[in-house]
Nanobody, 114 residues
């Protein structure tokens, strides 16, 4: 059974940093990524990474966020620096066998205070 469990969310001041983790189990995935959903807004892509390390970022986080994965541990990470209040959202881990999501975690809340 596939499971994606996020951790690392919390409250941080603007300009601060957080590191999100997502522990995957039950399968090995070609595609993994982070999406986020702010209150009253649609879920949006943050960053994705393939099993060979090819990455993609939303323009809004380029230069501030870094996605990485440890294939041996089947764990996904998102290092978030220079956080802004507009980064406040529920962050969801996702994984898939192709190049799009098949599974989703339950999310972890990131709150950035001004």
């Amino acid at each position: 059974q596939v499971s994606l469990v996020e951790s690392g969310g919390g409250l941080v001041q603007a300009g601060g940093s957080l590191r999100l983790s997502c522990a995957a189990s039950g399968s090995i995935f070609r595609f993994m990524g982070w999406y986020r959903q702010a209150p009253g807004k649609q879920r949006e892509l943050v960053a994705t990474i393939t099993s060979v390390g090819s990455t993609n970022y939303a323009d809004s986080v380029k230069g501030r966020f870094t996605i990485s994965r440890d294939n041996a541990k089947n764990t996904l990470y998102l290092q978030m620096n220079s956080l802004k209040p507009e980064d406040t959202a529920d962050y969801y881990c996702t994984a898939g066998y192709g190049l799009s999501p098949n599974y989703w975690g339950k999310g972890t809340l990131v709150t950035v205070s001004s």
